[in-house]
């Protein structure tokens, strides 16, 4: 059985780095609580989401990203049960690429480099399971599709849900 | 239609810029004639391999790569046709990543970054054609499969073969 897993708001905590790096230049102190039910850029001052889009393409942001919650131990277990790949859309941002890759081999070591995706659209993915936080990731997907929650999918439907690592362990392993 | 194209060997001719560095290095004069059946590596003398197998490794060897003949123009026509991705097990060479993205952005434009694919394996591909110069990537995958021809494939039997992008086109368009 082949499993997916994205990385940006399922195993690597990206909202939580944007808002840290956002508070630190404002001296602001939005929370992800903050960005309940709409993107995080969408719950900062409109006039300071240009200055704060950059943040995505700059050096170090993907390296330095805090793993999920029990992300780790839980992806781990599934290594035995099932073919784990990660799969990040992430080529938008090619200073990423090597970094997801660093950061993998560093808190993620047991994911082998021939599990690793790093793609456009997922569109083109085949395989059994898929655990992401985008509906427009999950809904063209062929197998079982669950949404990981995050502030921004909080309304979205029609994929069945894991809120987090605990409850994707109960439901896979 | 879903077509799936290779990086090394069918749009970026690494071998090619292999033996320009190991004759640099070595002051010989290897041919990729020399290479005919056999992987590249396998036609330098063996004491010097360990030495070449380090260039892969090296920061700007995919940025600098040739496109192969003709690539350019027949994939250009080809995504008038069919949804064309790029498709390359690159994982094994995280800095081969950030390049092969600047690499796109240069010779093939037109190849918007929602279609490339940088993985490990290919098994996970789902669509409709694979042109690739691996055996073991085209074994497995379900659609119609073209290996382009390479010294080190020329032996290789099972799939349907171009010789080069002409033969692309005359297959594909």
């Not at 569109?123 to 669950?146: A, M």
Request: aromatic fraction near 10%; include cysteine; glycine fraction near 6%.
């Amino acid at each position: 059985m082949i499993l997916f897993v994205d990385m940006d708001e399922v195993i690597a905590d990206a909202c939580g780095a944007f808002l840290e790096r956002y508070n630190l230049e404002f001296n602001e102190s939005v929370t992800l609580a903050q960005c309940h039910g709409r993107e995080v850029w969408e719950g900062i001052p409109e006039e300071r989401r240009d200055v704060a889009r950059r943040y995505h393409h700059e050096d170090g942001f993907f390296r330095n990203l805090k793993p999920i919650a029990n992300s780790q131990e839980i992806l781990k277990a599934l290594t035995q049960k099932y073919n784990v790949y990660i799969a990040s859309a992430a080529m938008e941002f090619p200073n990423s690429l090597r970094e997801k890759s660093e950061w993998l081999d560093e808190h993620f070591p047991f994911i082998h480099w021939k599990k690793r995706i790093l793609c456009g659209d997922k569109h083109i993915l085949k395989g059994d399971i898929l655990i992401d936080d985008r509906s427009f990731n999950l809904d063209p997907f062929e197998g079982r599709t669950i949404m990981f929650t995050s502030p921004h999918n909080v309304n979205s439907k029609g994929h069945q849900r894991a809120n987090n690592w605990q409850e994707v362990g109960e439901l896979l392993l």
